[in-house]
């Protein structure tokens, strides 16, 4: 499988070179994954899927091009190199388009143990889909499912460039997802959870899962109006996860070069409030987004994005690195469609000292956030409004159930004044504990 898709990048590569072509770089990525979904006890699907993606990028000076096709044979290559190497000579030229300078490419060397190993076969994979949904079904309140799925992938890529890289990757991921209903009538309520790992065995137990979906579905039970007003906002995790991921994308160096963030003038300024830091790090073992390279074969970023609260870096590939004179942070991503985008690691915000309960423990009035929808994110001005959903907080503690609100602020405002709680866990590619915002707009109902 490695010496194929190292094999099918690097031939493209040379035909692109035959072909006229002055450079050119191209990815190979074989995937195959197993899915099982089952409902009140039903097997309901059964997928097994195999793919292959080739993506191919030329250049003609500075003049470049992108093609990709699922079909590795030789007359369909013959004719992608063809249409790649025309597309870019008829391209305008872009003076920093270009590959990376082959001093700046790593080995790709890293022991990540990012392969869990063999396929762990669909009657693993039911009896937790199984486990996971029963022990939701048996939680007081609960009364249907929406069903249970686990599930199983691996995906062994390759990035091949005309500069002399040739790096590979080899992964798998499992996961298991359960989402239950709970209450009757015009009174029903639906949450889940879902877990990912690179490895099998580092997924939490099956019945934890369902468990916390469950008790997730019933606190949303009854939920009662919240009148339109400014209070305090406290993120549970899983929420508070999404502020750190808006982050990335503002400080990421093609918005950075075209202008279009609001913390372009930012660098080496206060953003966050003292104490705050921001954390990426490629080469966790395991990690859900660990990886020895980035998409255009640099080694990738690890260290502080913001440090004491002072931004300290852009997340840059190599065009962006030179529309701005700056160096790149290996932070390129890399598909078969189309060129190399930015994108972060494993992601996180530092935790702080105190509990989520000693964070709210001084709120009158205020909104705990367990849910979030919609994306009214404006990048340009930083002003921020999405639908939400929780539970309210009362004189510092959880009251009731709270839905069909809106939440709004600036996130200049909301990043400069968070106060993170101490209950990070790393759950995700990105990842922050509880977080407290002392004023945010909630808009809710006329009457609460």
């Not at 870019?88 to 003076?95: F, G, I, K, L």
């Not at 279009?260 to 003038?265: G, Q």
């Not at 001084?362 to 999405?386: A, M």
């Amino acid at each position: 499988m490695t010496d194929t898709v190292v094999d099918l990048a690097s031939r493209l590569v040379e035909r692109a070179q035959a072909s006229g072509a002055s450079a050119a770089d191209a990815v190979a990525t074989l995937s195959e994954e197993v899915l099982v979904n089952r409902r009140l006890g039903k097997l309901e699907d059964l997928d097994r899927s195999e793919s292959l993606a080739l993506g191919l990028r030329v250049f003609c000076g500075y003049r470049q091009a992108s093609v990709a096709t699922t079909d590795p044979s030789g007359d369909t290559a013959d004719e992608l190199v063809e249409r790649a190497v025309a597309m870019a000579r008829a391209a305008p030229e872009d003076n920093h388009a270009g590959l990376a300078d082959p001093k700046l490419l790593t080995d790709g060397a890293a022991e990540l143990d990012l392969d869990g190993g063999d396929e762990p076969g669909t009657d693993t994979l039911t009896r937790l889909a199984a486990e996971a949904e029963d022990t939701a079904l048996a939680v007081s309140g609960i009364t249907n499912s929406e069903g249970a799925t686990a599930a199983w992938q691996r995906s062994t890529g390759a990035l091949v460039t005309s500069t002399g890289f040739a790096g590979i990757t080899k992964r798998t991921m499992s996961s298991l997802y359960v989402t239950v209903i709970a209450g009757t009538g015009l009174d029903m309520q639906s949450d889940g959870e879902g877990r990912s790992a690179r490895h099998l065995e580092d997924l939490p137990s099956p019945a934890d899962i369902g468990r916390e979906a469950a008790e997730r579905a019933v606190r949303r039970l009854d939920p009662h109006k919240l009148a339109t007003a400014r209070m305090p906002l406290v993120f549970e995790s899983r929420t508070a996860r999404s502020l750190v991921g808006h982050l990335a994308g503002f400080i990421a160096g093609p918005a950075i070069a075209r202008g279009t963030s609001w913390l372009k003038d930012s660098l080496d300024c206060p953003v966050f409030a003292d104490g705050i830091s921001i954390r990426e790090d490629p080469f966790v073992r395991r990690g859900l987004a660990s990886r020895p390279f980035d998409g255009e074969g640099l080694r990738p970023h690890a260290g502080k994005l913001v440090d004491d609260g002072i931004l300290v870096t852009w997340l840059l590939d190599c065009r962006s690195a030179r529309q701005l004179s700056m160096h790149p942070t290996g932070h390129a991503t890399r598909g078969a469609g189309g060129p190399p985008s930015v994108g972060t690691t494993n992601l996180w915000l530092e935790a702080g000292e105190v509990s989520p309960d000693a964070l709210m423990a001084d709120i009158d009035e205020g909104l705990y956030v367990t849910s979030l929808s919609g994306h009214g994110i404006n990048p340009v001005t930083g002003d921020y409004s999405r639908g939400a959903s929780g539970q309210r907080i009362r004189n510092g503690t959880l009251d009731h159930a709270v839905n069909e609100i809106t939440i709004a602020g600036n996130l200049k405002e909301i990043y400069a004044a968070l106060r993170p709680a101490n209950d990070l866990e790393f759950r995700a590619a990105t990842n922050a504990p509880s977080i407290r915002v002392d004023t945010m707009t909630v808009a809710g109902s006329a009457g609460g």
